[in-house]
T-cell receptor, first 112, second 110 residues
């Protein structure tokens, strides 16, 4: 049973560019949440997707957007990249109403 | 805004020593989770506590959830070098949104 998978593992972009990160949830899970973890800090909630819609959103600008597909996989898009967007982006999956989230290995984004 | 404060932020101890990490908030959470994270990897769930006053044990790790469901502690007995890592507490609110603490970086020296 595969756990949460994310791609790519690492990514280097320059300021102003756009990036798309991908996540496949754990088998049987229908809810995907995205988190940003800056170096030396705990993860910060970006948003959560269920039934292909954004259910909740954290304190992130509209440059951060997402999508969930019918197979429950999800994408995180970030437009107009800033240096401060450099971080580890984590995807977590769960079952709706479930109390446990399982995290993927993350995508390390570096913005130059 | 719900905040979780973890202490200490950094902890360096010798193998065989005991330690306690604290996680405190002014908010009530429906559950609280503890994760351990290695460099460059995602957090790995250690335990979920749900009931106020609950105590869970995982080998040498003991987790406690406060009676009011606002705070938690993680106690490690006889630490080993393999326990080295970033320990994160996370409180769950409605809709399974997690609020994380800043983490405690634990280093266990041989």
């Amino acid at each position: 049973d595969a756990g949460v998978t994310q791609s790519p593992t690492h990514l280097i972009k320059t300021r102003g560019q756009q990036v798309t990160l991908r996540c496949s949830p754990k088998s049987g899970h229908d809810t995907v949440s995205w988190y940003q973890q800056a170096l030396g800090q705990g993860p910060q909630f970006i948003f959560q997707y269920y039934e292909e819609e954004e259910r909740q959103r954290g304190n992130f600008p509209d440059r951060f957007s997402g999508h969930q597909f019918p197979n429950y996989s999800s994408e995180l898009n970030v437009n107009a990249l800033l240096l401060g967007d450099s971080a580890l982006y984590l995807c977590a999956s769960s079952s709706i109403g479930g109390e446990t989230q399982y995290f993927g290995p993350g995508t390390r984004l570096l913005v130059l | 805004t719900q905040l979780l404060e973890q202490s200490p932020q950094f902890l360096s101890i010798q193998e065989g020593e005991n330690l306690t990490v604290y996680c405190n908030s002014s908010s009530v959470f429906s559950s609280l989770q503890w994760y351990r994270q290695e460099p460059g990897e995602g957090p790995v769930l250690l335990v979920t506590v749900v009931t106020g006053g609950e105590v869970k044990k995982l080998k040498r790790l003991t987790f406690q959830f406060g009676d009011a469901r606002k705070d938690s502690s993680l106690h490690i007995t006889a630490a080993q070098t393999g326990d080295t890592g970033l320990y994160l507490c996370a409180g769950e609110t409605s809709g399974s949104r997690l609020t994380f603490g800043e983490g405690t970086q634990l280093t266990v020296n041989p």
